[in-house]
């Protein structure tokens, strides 16, 4: 073999890693993933099971040198898991997950008892930086966690736009609560439908649109505010959306806050079915939603501030090197020009951003 290459482990592979040079077996005897590839967390799995069970691998010195420098600037960041005990956002999901599994089993859950975990998640966004919830919304989490994950996140993102919005507390605080309810009918509805490892078909997708209205009827003990916010966060401006097919300012408030943030956390969480998007690639997309199905205004607001707060974040580029974001063009969003090696460097469709957080204790060698 080349003297270049070195013997690694198919572990120390990533998802969405552009590969640099080729990678071959572990005796260096058949080439796995040619050069320029992009691996997916399939990919591995199947490398894993493919590889004679040694999990060894040949890769290239610089791949290696590449790996192992991604290692060592991943040890730095604090794990996720002691951020989410830091900020309570540990206790307040495994409360939003009782919450859950109570509907899901026909209990009934009290007005008092929904109250109370949305006011500790108040309380959390309140003494929390806005910063170090980006860090939590954007946290890589395993897809068996995404439905109660997403409604604590998108209540701590609802909050955080009533906050730019500069509204009254109250306001903030009810926002924040049909965040974090706004997708429990979705406990009544089959867990399959979420748990299987590729998108829905169509006629599940049918079955998935009722959920706002499973979830309007759980709420019947709360405000209409809340009711019709939490019923209409589906709705498109354009009509087009469901259930009830409401377009432009037919639209509750709050329903169009918590479209936009719906939007951004359903993108940025893992599924069953497809890998987390980037942050960046998200508000590309949100922007290309203004006017026909996101308030123009709102999707103005939510890149704006978010774009200022991922500014001076570091992020994993797709070659495996890690970057700090320098700036975000209001004209280029999916690309933001980072600072990689003492370089600043405009990343494009060949370097691109993996992530914007990272947890490092499922960082394997």
Known sequence: MPSNYVQSTISSLYAGMVVPH??????????????????????????????????????????????????????????????????????????????????????????LELTAVSEELSHAVDVTEPSVILDLVNALASADEYLQR????????????????????????????????HDCGKAVLPSKIFSAPRPLTAIEFEVVKLHPVFTHGLLSEFPQVVQLAARGHHEKINGSGYPDKLFGNNIPFMAKITAVCDIYDAMVSRRSYKPPNSPFKILSV????????????????????????????????????????????????????????????????????????????????
Request: one cysteine or more; proline letters at 2%; a negative charge.
């Open 286 to 365: 949100l922007n290309s939603l203004r006017v026909t199905d996101l308030d123009d205004e709102l999707v103005d607001m939510f890149i704006h501030s978010m774009s200022n707060e991922m500014v001076g974040k570091q992020m994993e580029l797709s070659d495996g090197s890690i970057a700090t974001v320098v700036t975000v063009r209001p004209d280029d969003l999916e690309f933001p020009v980072v600072q990689v090696d003492g370089k600043t460097v405009q990343t494009d469709s060949d370097l691109s951003c993996i992530s914007l957080h990272y947890d490092i204790s499922n960082v394997k060698m």
């Open 22 to 111: 080729d990678i071959y077996n572990s005796n260096y005897s058949l080439l796995l993933v040619p050069q320029g590839s992009i691996l997916s967390q399939a990919q591995i799995e199947r490398l894993k099971k493919y590889n004679e069970g040694t999990g060894k691998i040949y890769i290239s010195a610089e791949t290696d040198r590449l790996l192992q420098k991604r290692l060592e600037v991943l040890s730095k960041v604090s794990p996720t898991k002691e951020l989410e005990d830091q900020t309570g956002y540990t206790d307040i999901s495994q409360e939003t997950i009782d919450m859950l599994e109570k509907v899901a089993q026909g209990e009934s859950v009290s007005h």
């Open 150 to 181: 997403h409604c604590v996140d998108v209540g701590m993102l609802n909050g955080l736009c009533g906050k730019w919005l500069g509204l009254p507390k109250e306001t903030v605080d009810t926002l924040i609560l049909v965040g974090l309810l």
